[in-house]
């Protein structure tokens, strides 16, 4: 009788594993930019914890992808495994050096210190002048990218996250910075956050796009002179530590 009741529970057990990842796949599949016809995603499923695998074309399609895993309710947490196609293939030591020498040359951290991971040591290349200030610890490993250490603020944080995400080869980016003293967040700080990097990248006319942010989902809208520079805005907000969605209501007006 034991041993009957143990298998029907393990029968039970398997099939609502089975519709729990009918319902993660439905969810999927109603998220058009995670595209899983071209980019499938490895999914399984253990006692509340789903595990997200594969490769996805954007940062936009890895976000969009956890958000709705996360939405089915027997999910309790997600393991992610999700990797974006990087814009160009790079060896992890080309990848730790672009990523090192951008919060290098960023002046918002011209005073931190800044390290690198290598061969698994840790490697100074710029002591703090001032102790107290911050330090970001940069490594690789198969394209993904992890900041360690401490900075200042949520701004800073999300600011080297996003120098990491620009680098052509970065698969993935975990952004580890402590923020000490801790700082409480708001749409306010996503907001400026955004703004900030678009202004830093040149490829794009900051000073044409409005930024707005509720529920940690940015509103972009303007009049930008090409769908590159409208995608790259977009691109550049969803790289945003904090942003959960991107509305690009941007219009293309070419002169």
Avoid at 242 to 250: A, F, T
Wanted: hydrophobic share 45%; aromatic share 4%.
């Amino acid at each position: 009788m034991d041993q009957l009741r143990a298998r029907a529970d393990g029968e039970c057990a398997m099939a609502d594993k089975a519709q729990i990842l009918q319902s993660v796949r439905a969810a999927l599949s109603s998220e058009p930019q995670v595209d899983l016809h071209n980019h499938p995603i490895a999914i399984d499923f253990d006692d509340g914890t789903l595990t997200l695998g594969g490769e996805v074309a954007r940062v936009a399609a890895k976000k969009l992808a956890l958000e709705a895993a996360a939405g089915v309710p027997e999910v309790t947490g997600i393991i992610d495994r999700l990797r974006v196609t990087p814009a160009q293939p790079m060896g992890d030591g080309e990848i730790r050096d672009l990523v090192r020498d951008s919060l290098l040359q960023e002046p918002a951290f011209a005073e931190f210190a800044i390290e690198e991971q290598v061969k698994g040591e840790v490697v100074t290349v710029r002591a703090s002048p001032v102790d107290t200030r911050g330090y970001i610890e940069v490594a690789v490993d198969d394209g993904v990218v992890t900041l360690n250490g401490e900075v200042p603020g949520l701004d800073d944080k999300r600011l080297a996250g996003v120098l990491a995400w620009w680098v052509p080869g970065s698969r993935d980016v975990i952004n580890g910075l402590a923020v000490e003293p801790p700082e409480d967040d708001s749409f306010d700080k996503i907001a400026e956050a955004v703004r900030l990097v678009l202004e830093k990248d040149p490829y794009v006319d900051a000073g044409q796009i409005r930024v707005g942010v509720r529920d940690r989902i940015v509103t972009l809208a303007g009049l930008l002179p090409s769908e590159s520079q409208r995608d790259m805005a977009a691109c550049d907000a969803w790289y945003v530590f904090g942003v959960d969605n991107v509305v690009n209501d941007i219009e293309v007006h070419r002169y």
